[in-house]
């Protein structure tokens, strides 16, 4: 049983939670980067990773799902976000609304897995947008206690 996890990522918060993901995950797991088109032929199972700007999952990811989708649906699939924006419904609405209906639906596991906001990385224009948001200090959460579930998930299917 062989496992992708394709993410995309701006700061690295994404792939460092792929990577965490990968360590309760059963069989062989390979992490990739959407921007690198990976083909999906060869995995039962394939989990997509984001994170949230501005309300939305990176377009690539909603991209590579789009003209993948057939190919997704055959598969198990998993989807998890880094957002600071804890709430279950918040999880829902980003990736419902950035990820085809059909996916969304279809995927066994979802979950916001943590996120990551260090100050001293962002750009001019990233800064002064999460200054507005009252945020002062970086930040970095990775919930475990999810991370083992959603594998848990995935790793009943076998
Ligand atoms: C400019 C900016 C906008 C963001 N917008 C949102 C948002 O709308 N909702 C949310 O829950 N988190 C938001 N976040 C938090 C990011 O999703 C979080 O920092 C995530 O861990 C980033 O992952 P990455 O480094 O893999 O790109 C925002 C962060 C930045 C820097």
Known sequence: MKTIIIY???YGSVEK???????????EVDIVNVKSDPDIYHYERVI?????YD??????LGKFSEDNLQDL????????????IEKEVA???YLSKSLPRQLYDAAIAKANLGH??????????????VRKGGIEESI?????GRMKKFAEVMNRFV
């Open 55 to 60: 309300g939305k999952v990176q377009r690539e």
């Open 116 to 129: 990551e906001i260090d100050l001293d990385k962002l750009s001019d224009k990233d800064l002064a947008f």
């Open 140 to 144: 970095s959460v990775f919930h475990e």
């Open 17 to 27: 939670a792929a990577m965490k993901l990968k360590s309760h995950l059963e069989g």
């Open 8 to 10: 995309a990522t701006r």
């Open 91 to 93: 999880t829902e609405s």
């Open 48 to 52: 997509l990773g984001g994170s949230i």
């Open 73 to 84: 649906l055959k598969k198990k699939t998993g989807l998890f976000i880094c957002a600071r």
